[in-house]
């Protein structure tokens, strides 16, 4: 079993708090998840709060879960980026994809529980007639 990757919420106002209690009244309450909303701070802000998390862990491989592509949250990921390349942004987080996370991440490695992630965001997205 590989140790669980962190995972930080990275979204607008409290859009990253609900995610994650609704997942946790699911799998139960869960470690090393953070939640960093936007409310209230500036891009730069928002980068200085993850440098600040990630610092802690320069070799940890770091999953940003971001809600939405070409907003705040996400520009602040995408510099987070540069300075620490073992840190992965997803965008467009959903339920499915946060269960997804939660559950494999301490039990495949981070490129299966990379591609475990976008296939799940993606099928938890349907249309019925």
Do not use: W
Not at 52 to 70: A, K, N, T, Y
Not at 120 to 128: A, N, S, V
């Amino acid at each position: 079993m590989v140790p669980p990757v962190l995972g930080i919420l990275v979204t607008h106002a409290s859009l990253g708090t609900e995610l994650l209690r609704t997942a946790e009244s699911i799998l139960g309450r869960q470690s090393r998840v953070e939640v960093i909303s936007n409310s209230g701070s500036s891009t730069e802000r928002l980068s200085e709060k993850l440098r600040d998390l990630i610092s802690q862990r320069p070799e940890e491989p770091i999953f940003l879960l971001v809600d939405l592509l070409g907003g705040s949250c996400s520009h602040a990921c995408q510099e987070i980026l540069q300075a620490h390349p073992s840190t992965v942004v997803f965008s467009g987080v959903n339920l499915p994809m946060l269960l997804e996370f939660l559950y494999y991440r301490g039990r495949v490695d981070v490129d299966e529980l990379r591609r475990r992630l976008v296939a799940k965001g993606r099928d938890g997205i349907q249309c019925f007639p």
